[in-house]
């Protein structure tokens, strides 16, 4: 197996990406995320796979593509890789199988009657459309058909042999046209997890489907940089959420001395104004992404970083209390962040956080901009359940903001930071924006949250 990098800046995270069958790193040409290095592992015919380039990243966000799904099912969970989100594309941990992958009749003749001509007809399934397939005769992998048949006879030895460990895949991303592996194929195999089916054929819009399913974290921490000084005033369905979570935590959960508590996302200090009086804390920590702009209560201590890479640096059974109001919906990764935190508390030991469901803001996706995936309360109950924890307690709420313009909306939104819309939206999108927002009657405009609490404990 080959491994090389098509971008390395030194950056803390890394999107590292296991391609399909016959592909090499061309294919990912262009595509960037802003804040990640990108690596690529590709060639299968071996399974000699050295982990050590990846040691210096703080965060991995793993994207596995049609054959190297299969792959990194059966390499990835022996590198103890730092991975905050493991995301399937196209492919199952089944390459032959009539239900669950590629039918063995096909897969078989594919192999057997592999060609220059046959290659290229692959290529075209594989693309869909004319459109497509030219764009991708720009950067056709160079490799020799031999070599080729040599992988694909490879992953058919390894396909009947058993694999140590057990990869957790956090979501699949199915395409709805897949000529390769089959659509239905693929929700078979993955009817257990988090499907997203998206429009198009085997090979997918990569850099829309990487703006979309991978954070932009230091965009996360320039905004709330730049929000701060307006947040505390803007913020109000953020405070009324934080004042629920607090009631909701005194009636759920327990208030008694705690020993050790981790406070994810301090930001201002609103939640933690709330309940710092009313419990006594020996090791008090607050977790932001930026540098802290509240006042900081005595005894606390401050860590500034990403959380959600930093808490696979947490000792296993270690922490009585992880809390947070309105900040894990900036993860990449619920599922993996609830497994953490399982790992990390004691036993008895309580989740307290609330996020946002997949009702906030809405009228902003009714004027055009792409929905953030936030997860309703069954996937969160699911999400919880999975990592071994037992929801105490899960409930939801509308809170809807009226503003005297869709323009008053924009501000309030850069004000707070929690702004939904591209870093790169030109200003004839913005116009677009304003121009398809929802109105009131009385032309009036409204923006919704719909924050989600939660608490869970250790058994």
Known sequence: MKLDFIHRHNNYRLLLIFAGWGMDPGVFTGLYRRGYDIAVAWDYRNEDFDPSPLAEYGEIALLAWSMGVFAADRIVPRLQLPLSVTIAVNGTPWP????????????????????????????????????????????????????????????????????????????????????????????????????????????????????????????????????????????????????????????????????????????????????????????????????????????????????????????TESVDKIVSASTIQWFNSLPGFFRQAARTLKHGGELIVSTFGPLTFRELAAAGVPPLPYPDAATLRKYISGAGLKTAHISEKLICRRFASPRDVLRHIRATGVNALNATATPAQVRRILSDYPRETDGKATLTYQPIYIIATKQ
């Open 96 to 315: 032959i199988n009539d239900t669950k992958g590629i039918p063995e009749a096909i897969f078989n003749g594919t192999l057997r009657g592999l060609n220059e001509r046959s290659l290229m007809k692959f290529y075209r399934r594989m693309c869909g459309s004319s459109d497509e397939f030219a764009r991708f005769q720009a950067h056709t992998p160079k490799r020799s058909i031999e070599e080729l048949k040599e992988e694909l006879q490879a992953i058919k030895d390894r396909s009947c042999t058993g694999h140590d460990g057990v990869m957790r895949w956090d979501k699949a991303i199915v395409s709805d046209n897949d000529a390769i592996i089959p659509t239905t194929n693929q929700i078979n195999a993955w009817h257990e997890h988090e499907i997203h089916l998206i429009p198009g054929p085997h090979i997918p819009e990569w850099q829309k489907l990487v703006d979309t399913m991978l954070i932009d974290k230091q965009l996360v921490h320039d905004r709330f940089s730049k929000g701060f000084a307006t947040y505390e005033r803007e913020a109000e369905a953020q405070a009324s959420s934080a004042e629920r979570l607090w009631h909701l935590w005194q009636a759920h959960g327990t208030t008694t001395p705690v020993e050790r508590l981790i406070e994810i996302g301090y930001g201002t200090g609103i939640f933690t104004r709330m309940y710092a009086p009313a419990i006594s804390i020996r090791d008090w920590q607050l977790w932001d992404i930026v540098e802290p702009a509240g006042t900081i209560p005595a005894g606390a201590r401050t860590v500034t970083g990403d959380a959600e890479a930093r808490i696979h640096r947490i000792a």
